[in-house]
């Protein structure tokens, strides 16, 4: 794996996109931030990312499912990460569906990265066992 991985973040509260981006990029990961569903949007129609990792609630009426799901259209194996205070059992189960993984905020560090790693390995290791 020459280039960085790619992963796109996306979180509604400025802050909380700052630190998640901050720890991405002192791992070593190219991390594009997007503040909105209709930013996060218009990052995954001009680029392909090897992450997501995506607010449940974004703006009024808006979730993260949207964004997977626009991202999955150009890349049907793209992991996705949902990252929610709060998750009613329906977005868990509709999340483990899709096979989407789920954590709870506040997200310790250790768990954040780990996770990161794990779904980038898996990804990664899929992707050469069906010759991409």
Known sequence: MAAKPCILVVDDEASVLFTYRMILEQQGYAATAAVSCKKALEEVAQHDFDLLLCDLSLEERTTGFEVFDAARQRNADVPCVLLTGYASHDA?????????????????????????????????????????
């Open 92 to 132: 868990v189960e509709k999340a483990e569906k899709q096979g989407v993984t789920v954590l709870f905020k506040p997200i310790e560090i250790d768990e954040f990265l780990s996770t990161v790693s794990n779904l980038l390995r898996n990804y990664y290791d899929q992707a050469k066992v069906s010759g991409q």
